[in-house]
C-alpha cells in the first residue's frame, strides 16, 4: 500500500473488477481514506435521516430493511481500513485512525440516541406483519441495541453518552498504538554464541530473519512477537537475558512515558463505569453480561472460581516439581517468572521424553494450513484452491477461493501469517466483507492474521504445538464468518454473544489434536514422513502437561478484569498497578506466575470494548466445547457427517439467528456441564 497524497481513488468505484471483488490494495492510498470516509460518513447520516423522517408509519421494511441497506459506502471503507490499520499499519494510517475513530463514535451514536428513529423501530408491529423467525430476530437485536445505547435517556443523559462514546474511541485508540509503539521499538539483540546459548536451529534462524527485517544482515534478535519471545524464554540457558526479555515483555505499555497506557486505563475504567450507572446498572460488568449467555458477572465468577481452585492447586504442584528440578541441578535461587517456561521444558523431557525442538519439524506452517483446510473439507464438505493473483496489502499474505462440494462459491480466505513490525501483536479474525442476501448473494471474504516468526528465505516456517493449535482457533473463527447463512448483515458470521463466540473457533481446535489428523498432516517438513507413532503417543500422553500454569495465568486475567469492571476505582483515579496487585493477593496468585495480560497491554479489553468484562468468556465458551466435541466422540467418529451437519446449521451457519442458549440446545439436545472442561485441562478430581 501505498501513502502519496492524491485524494480521489478506488473507494469512488460503485464496485471493484477484481477476483471476488477484493479490495484493489495496490492502488489504496492512506491519503484515500479520510475523504473516503467523509463521504460515506455524509451518504450515511442522509439515508438514516431518510429513514428516521419516513412519512409513512413504520413497517419492517421502510425502517429495518432500510436501515439494514444503508451504509454500505461506510461499511466497505471502515472495513478495509480497520483491518490495514491492525495488520498493515503506518503512522498516516495511524494518524487517520486518530481522526476518524472519534468521529465514527459520534456518527453511531446520533443514530442510536435518535429519538424518532428510536420511535420507529419500537414502533415496528412484528404480529400485524406475521413476520417470520429471521425476521423478528433483527428486529429484537436492535430494539437491545437501541436501548442499550441509551436511547430510552433523558436528553442531557443523551449528550453526556454521546460524550463518553466519542471520548472512549480516542483512548482505545490511543491504547493501541501505545502498545504498538512499545511492542515494535524492543529488540533484544544477541550477539555472538554466548547469547545463543541453548537455542535450537528453528529459533535461531527466526532470530536472524527478525534481525535482517530490522536492517541487520548478520546478526540475531528477539522481538516482543510472541513466537519469538516464549520459544525464547524456553529454550535460552542465559537467566540473564530471559529475565530481560520478560520483563521488556509483561512491562509493555507502563514504561513511564509518551507509550504509558496506565492513565488511559483509568480513564476508561471511570467512563465505562460511569455509562453503565446512566443506564441503570450497577457496574459495567452488570451492563455488559446482561447480553450475554452468563446474564450476570455473579454466573461467570462462579464459573471462573470453580477453575480457579483446581487450577491453583496443580499449579502449586507444578512449581515444586520445578523448584525441585532448580535444586537437582544445582541451582541456588527460587524459581523465577522468567525461569518457569525454562524449566517446564526440561520437566518435559524428564517426565514425557518429549521436547519441543523435537516437534516442529513436523508442524510446516504449510502442514498445518493443509490439516486446518483437509478438517474443513471432512466436516463440511469445502474445498480450497489458492489464488496465484490477488490484490496484496502486503507481499506475504495468501488467499484461498472456497467452495461447497457441489462447485457453490463460499467466499474467499485471506491467510496473513508471519509478524512484522507494523502488525499489532496477537492472532484474529476479521472480514473485509461479511455474508448476506438482502441486496443480493453476498459472498464473505475473510481473514486470518498471525504473528508467526518467518523462517528465512527458502526455509520452511515451522511452528510449535501451540502456535499451530492457534492457527486451528482462528480457522474455526474464520469458518464462522465464511459459513455464515443468514439475510440480514446484522445476524450474520460472528455478531453473536461475547460468550458465544469463541465456541467456534474452541471447538475447531479439538481436531488438531487428535490422532487420525496428526497422522495424516503432521510430516517431515524434508523428509516428508509422518510423526512417528511413538512421539505422537508421547505428544498426546503429555496434553495435560503443564495446565495448573496455563489455567492459572488465563483465569487470574479472566478475574481481574471481571473485579475491575464491578468496581468503581476509576471514579477516585485508578492506580492500575496496586489494583491489580490488590485483586492478585486476594486470589493468591502464585508468584511464579504472571497474568497472561497485564492490564497495560490487555488490548482484548482496552483497544475497545469487545472482551472487556468478557475475558471470561474464552473459558465459558471452553464448556461449551468440551462438551460438543463429545457429541462427535460419541457418535464414533471425528466427521461424522450428521453431527457436523447440526454443528453447520446450528452453529457455524447460523450467526445470530437465535439466542446461544436455544442454538447450542439444537445443536446439542442440551445444555453442556463443566465435566468435559475439567476433564479435558486434566483438572477433575
Not at 529454550?235 to 505499555?253: H, I, K, P, Q
Not at 446498572?281 to 446474564?295: I, N
Request: net charge negative.
Amino acid at each position: 500500500m501505498t501513502t502519496s497524497t492524491t485524494l480521489s481513488g478506488p473507494f469512488a468505484e460503485p464496485a471493484w473488477d477484481t477476483p471476488f471483488g477484493l479490495p484493489p490494495f495496490e492502488r489504496i492510498e492512506a491519503a484515500h481514506f479520510l475523504p473516503a470516509f467523509e463521504e460515506a460518513l455524509d451518504a450515511h447520516t442522509a439515508e438514516i435521516a431518510a429513514i428516521a423522517g419516513h412519512p409513512d408509519a413504520p413497517t419492517f421494511a421502510n425502517t429495518v430493511v432500510a436501515m439494514e441497506t444503508a451504509g454500505q459506502a461506510l461499511d466497505r471503507v471502515a472495513s478495509v481500513f480497520f483491518n490495514l490499520s491492525g495488520s498493515h499499519t503506518n503512522p498516516e494510517l495511524q494518524a487517520v485512525e486518530r481522526a476518524i475513530t472519534p468521529r465514527l463514535a459520534r456518527h453511531g451514536s446520533a443514530i442510536y440516541l435518535d429519538p424518532r428513529l428510536w420511535a420507529r423501530i419500537a414502533g415496528v408491529d412484528e404480529t400485524a406483519e406475521a413476520l417470520g423467525p429471521e425476521e423478528r430476530r433483527v428486529l429484537d437485536r436492535y430494539r437491545t441495541r437501541f436501548r442499550r445505547s441509551g436511547a430510552d435517556l433523558a436528553p442531557e443523559a443523551k449528550e453526556r453518552m454521546a460524550q463518553i462514546s466519542g471520548r472512549m474511541a480516542e483512548l482505545g485508540t490511543s491504547f493501541s498504538q501505545n502498545l504498538l509503539a512499545d511492542e515494535s521499538g524492543f529488540v533484544l539483540p544477541l550477539h555472538g554464541e554466548d547469547d545463543l546459548a541453548g537455542l535450537p536451529p528453528f529459533l535461531k534462524a527466526a532470530a536472524a530473519s527478525a534481525a535482517k527485517e530490522r536492517g541487520v544482515e548478520h546478526g540475531h534478535v528477539i522481538t516482543l512477537s510472541r513466537s519469538l519471545i516464549e520459544p525464547f524464554l524456553v529454550f535460552s540457558t542465559r537467566r540473564d537475558l530471559r529475565e530481560r526479555a520478560y520483563e521488556a515483555w509483561t512491562r509493555r505499555g507502563e514504561g513511564g512515558g509518551a507509550h504509558d497506557n496506565r492513565g488511559i486505563i483509568a480513564e476508561i475504567v471511570a467512563l465505562r463505569a460511569e455509562r453503565a450507572r446512566l443506564l441503570g446498572f450497577e457496574s459495567f460488568a452488570h451492563f455488559k453480561l446482561a447480553d450475554t449467555m452468563a446474564g450476570t458477572p455473579d454466573a461467570a465468577m462462579d464459573l471462573l472460581r470453580n477453575v480457579w481452585t483446581p487450577a491453583h492447586r496443580r499449579a502449586a504442584a507444578e512449581r515444586d516439581r520445578l523448584q525441585a528440578l532448580v535444586q537437582a541441578e544445582g541451582g541456588n535461587f527460587a524459581l523465577a517468572r522468567h525461569d518457569w517456561r525454562f524449566y517446564a521444558e526440561k520437566l518435559r523431557r524428564v517426565e514425557h521424553n518429549l521436547d519441543e525442538g523435537e516437534i516442529k519439524p513436523y508442524l510446516s506452517l504449510d502442514g498445518v494450513i493443509a490439516a486446518a483446510f483437509d478438517t474443513a473439507s471432512r466436516l463440511f464438505g469445502l474445498v480450497f484452491e489458492e489464488l496465484a493473483e490477488f490484490p496484496r496489502y502486503h507481499p506475504d499474505i495468501r488467499a484461498w477461493s472456497v467452495r461447497n462440494a457441489d462447485g457453490s462459491q463460499v467466499g474467499v480466505f485471506i491467510g496473513d501469517y508471519f509478524a512484522r513490525a507494523s502488525k499489532r501483536s496477537g492472532a484474529w479474525m476479521s472480514a473485509f466483507r461479511s455474508q448476506e442476501r438482502l441486496i443480493g448473494d453476498v459472498k464473505p471474504i475473510i481473514v486470518n492474521v498471525m504473528n508467526f516468526a518467518k523462517a528465512p528465505a527458502g526455509e520452511a516456517t515451522l511452528l510449535s504445538f501451540d502456535d499451530a493449535r492457534t492457527l486451528f482457533h482462528e480457522f474455526g473463527h474464520a469458518l464462522h464468518g465464511l459459513l455464515s447463512d443468514v439475510t440480514y448483515p446484522l445476524l450474520a458470521g460472528t455478531a453473536v454473544s461475547g460468550d458465544f463466540v469463541e465456541l467456534p473457533s474452541q471447538l475447531y481446535e479439538h481436531w488438531f489434536e487428535q490422532p487420525q489428523v496428526l497422522r495424516e498432516h503432521a510430516r517431515h517438513y524434508v523428509t516428508g514422513e509422518p510423526m512417528p507413532e511413538d512421539l505422537l503417543a508421547r505428544l498426546l500422553a503429555a496434553r495435560t502437561f503443564n495446565q495448573g500454569f496455563s489455567t492459572v495465568e488465563y483465569t487470574a486475567s479472566a478475574i481481574v478484569d471481571m473485579t475491575l469492571h464491578l468496581s468503581s476505582a476509576g471514579e477516585d483515579g485508578l492506580d492500575v498497578a496496586a489494583f491489580e496487585a490488590d485483586a492478585l493477593e486476594r486470589i493468591a496468585m502464585p508468584a511464579e506466575i504472571s497474568m497472561r495480560h497485564r492490564s497495560p497491554h490487555f488490548a482484548h479489553i482496552f483497544s475497545g470494548d469487545g472482551y472487556a468484562a468478557g475475558y471470561y468468556s474464552y473459558l465459558w465458551s471452553e464448556v461449551l466445547d468440551a462438551d460438543a466435541f463429545d457429541a462427535f466422540r460419541e457418535a464414533g467418529d471425528i466427521f461424522h457427517p450428521e453431527t457436523a451437519a447440526r454443528l453447520r446449521t446450528y452453529v457455524y451457519g447460523a450467526g445470530n439467528l437465535r439466542d446461544p442458549k436455544e442454538a447450542y440446545t439444537a445443536f446439542r439436545g442440551r445444555l453442556p456441564s463443566i465435566t468435559p472442561l475439567l476433564r479435558q485441562r486434566g483438572l477433575a478430581a
